[in-house]
């Protein structure tokens, strides 16, 4: 195996987590950060040698998109480096302020909030919206930071069987709570599934229109892998026509369609000012930078101006997972740029991956804890070319033939 799936020597001998490091190493578990010397982008540069990259969530190769890289540039000579602190300190700019304004127009709610990324929005949202003596109803494949979220709020977690509103709606009629919250993952970010939001949508309007409900049934839709990608670019809502409620608050981010970084919640005013007053990872976190601000935004204005590069993903994205999927492997209901090719073993998904990475390809293996199932993940960019998505089929049809 390539040197990035070893852990080096230093690492086991120092480390008074010696045995656990062992243990995971031999079950194949043992993971490595793996440094590039190039932007992100489909070619990328490790230890001097050329990849061929699909491990990026820069799903429209915004990146290194040059309007951005300007906008960055400038406010960065502006508002220079750091923000100094927390936005309630002062640490926000007026592109700060700018921005919001543009994510609620985007996402069309009353206001939205910036957060420094979606892992802390989720820890930070969830238990400013969820406390003791409410109700979360959870999908079981929901991000880290949605379960992170969960336990730091106290709310009593209920699981509910993916996807599955029959499940979803036989729990919320059992349970008894003051506050009742659904959370989802639009798209699910290891299965490229998209959550069925236009039947939750349905259920949480039928049991708001009771007048025996004390509050609002909420949902909570993390849209970090929607954003950018679905309704061209707006993200879950609109790719099912629904239209934000003052009970739905969606969270997304910057970080991956918008080839930026951050996050932000959109929803009504009294929610965000909630938000605002209540999110302790908002409230105790130095703001992000004016350069970052000022390519989040720039993004989305490249978003609602060009259209062609929305099109380019979706037209490279079937195009692969048809392939891969005639080419023998299972994609599971893989229907956005997240693919999964299923893997029978963590050792498995490693000896595929590093077959890969000599081959010059890089697609990263995902292993428990982080999934249930091993699986290599891939993902598909706009920035992608037919050549290097024909070089990816290639070689793992290859695989599959040397293999047997
Ligand atoms: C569904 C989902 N939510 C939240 C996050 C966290 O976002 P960030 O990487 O900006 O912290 C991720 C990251 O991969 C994600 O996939």
Redesign the pocket.
């Known amino acids: 195996m390539p040197s990035f799936h070893k852990v080096s020597e230093y690492m086991i001998k120092s480390t008074v987590f010696e045995k656990e490091l062992m243990d995971l190493q031999k079950k194949y578990l043992l993971r490595n950060i793996v440094s590039r010397s190039s932007p992100q982008g489909p070619i990328i540069t490790i230890k001097g040698k050329k990849y061929l990259n699909f491990s990026s969530?820069d799903y429209l190769g915004l990146a290194s998109h040059p309007e951005i890289l300007e906008k960055a540039g400038k406010a960065l000579k502006k508002y220079a480096s750091g923000s100094g602190a927390s936005r309630l300190l002062g640490g926000g700019s007026d592109l700060h302020a700018k921005l919001e304004e543009q994510v609620a127009d985007f996402k069309v709610t009353e206001s939205a909030l910036i957060f420094n990324?979606?892992?802390?929005?989720?820890i930070g949202i969830i238990p400013a919206i969820a406390s003791e003596g409410d109700v979360i109803f959870s999908d079981e494949l929901?991000?880290a930071?949605?379960i992170d979220g969960c336990r730091l709020s106290q709310a009593r977690t209920v699981v509910f069987k993916h996807r599955d509103i029959s499940h979803l709606k036989s729990l919320i009629l059992k349970e008894k709570a003051r506050r009742k919250i659904i959370i989802t993952?639009t798209?699910?970010?290891m299965d490229g599934d998209i959550a069925p939001i236009g039947e939750i949508y349905k259920l949480c309007l039928s049991l708001n229109s009771s007048p025996l409900t004390p509050h609002p049934l909420l949902l909570y839709l993390?849209d970090?892998?929607g954003t950018g990608v679905l309704g061209k670019g707006r993200g879950a809502l609109a790719h099912f026509g629904l239209k934000p409620e003052p009970w739905i608050i969606q969270?997304g981010?910057?970080?991956?369609a918008l080839g930026s970084?951050?996050?932000f919640a959109a929803g009504s005013r009294d929610v965000i000012s909630w938000i605002i007053n209540n999110a302790r990872s908002f409230i105790f976190s130095t703001a992000l930078p004016a350069s970052v601000i000022a390519a989040s935004g720039a993004s989305i204005s490249i978003i609602k101006k060009n259209r062609s590069l929305i099109k380019k993903l979706w037209s490279n994205r079937d195009y692969l997972v048809n392939s891969i999927k005639s080419a023998g492997y299972d994609t599971l209901k893989s229907e956005t740029p997240i693919i999964p090719l299923l893997i029978a073993s963590a050792k498995e998904a490693l000896t595929l991956s590093s077959y890969l990475y000599r081959k010059g390809i890089y697609v990263p293996a995902i292993r428990p804890p982080t999934v249930k199932e091993p699986r290599l993940r891939i993902t598909v960019s706009a920035a992608h070319t037919k050549e290097q998505l024909d070089l990816l089929i290639k070689t793992l049809k290859r695989y599959c033939k040397e293999r047997g």
């Open positions: 969530n990324s979606g892992y802390s929005a989720n929901n991000h930071s949605i993952d798209v699910f970010s993390d970090a892998h969270m981010t910057f970080s991956k970084y951050g996050a």
